[in-house]
């Protein structure tokens, strides 16, 4: 059965740093999502992307972060300067008509 | 109010028994109704999607939507132990983001 695949499993990087979380979609899917939970809290929704551009994105998704779809496959979220607040699981997703299917997830560490 | 309300459990039945997750939300605009399951420190998976009001069944699962109380359960029939996760409501409106409940906590006893 098709899933959503993340890399890194877990990631571990210093404040200030820049990182790059990577996602595969499943391979008919055209719209895209990002999502992150803090620990202990809610999953939470970051942005979404559809035909190559952001069709939604949250109060939480501000300057710092950043999204790409490089090429055919890859779909994939920057962090520019992290923080420590940043530190969070973060979850990919995608649909090819109204169910989300999520990826397993990439754990960020900030220290 | 928040969007979506959900008590965070923990949960605790004995393996076989009915269990009942429920959530209520605020916002009349929602139009589809979601149930994701989330083992720990894993990826929220789909259950169940419904976008109207009434009864949807899948196997040993029943999503219930009455929009006319914004209130949203889940149902588990023969609850087995594999079944211990949390399970996570979840709502979209027209908009695509998805809104999530904090999540129940549930342990099927053996």
């Known amino acids: 059965e098709p899933e959503v695949t993340q890399t890194p499993s877990h990631q571990v990087t210093q404040m200030g740093q820049e990182v790059i979380l990577r996602c595969v979609p499943i391979?008919?899917?055209?719209?895209f999502y990002w999502y992150r939970q803090i620990l202990g809290q809610k999953v939470e929704f970051l942005v979404s992307?559809?035909?190559?551009?952001?069709?939604?994105k949250s109060e939480i998704f501000d300057d710092q972060f950043s999204v790409e779809r490089p090429d055919g496959s890859n779909f994939t979220l920057k962090i520019r300067s992290t923080k420590l607040e940043d530190s969070a699981m973060y979850f990919c997703a995608s649909r090819e008509l109204y169910e989300q299917y999520f990826g397993p997830g990439t754990r960020l560490t900030v220290t | 109010q928040k969007e979506v309300e959900q008590d965070p459990g923990p949960l605790s039945v004995p393996e076989g028994a009915i269990v009942s997750l429920n959530c209520t939300y605020s916002n009349s605009a929602f139009q589809y109704f979601m149930w994701y399951r989330q083992y720990s420190r894993k990826g929220p998976e789909l259950l169940m999607y419904t976008y109207s009001s009434g009864n949807k069944e899948d196997g040993r699962f029943t999503a219930q939507v009455d929009k006319s109380s914004k209130y949203i359960s889940l149902f588990i029939r023969d609850s087995q132990p594999s079944d211990s996760a949390t399970y996570l409501c979840a709502i979209r409106g027209v908009d695509d983001k998805i809104i999530f409940g904090k999540g129940t906590r549930l342990h099927i006893l053996p």
């Open positions: 992307f559809y035909n190559n551009e952001i069709s939604e």
């Open positions: 391979s008919n899917h055209l719209y």
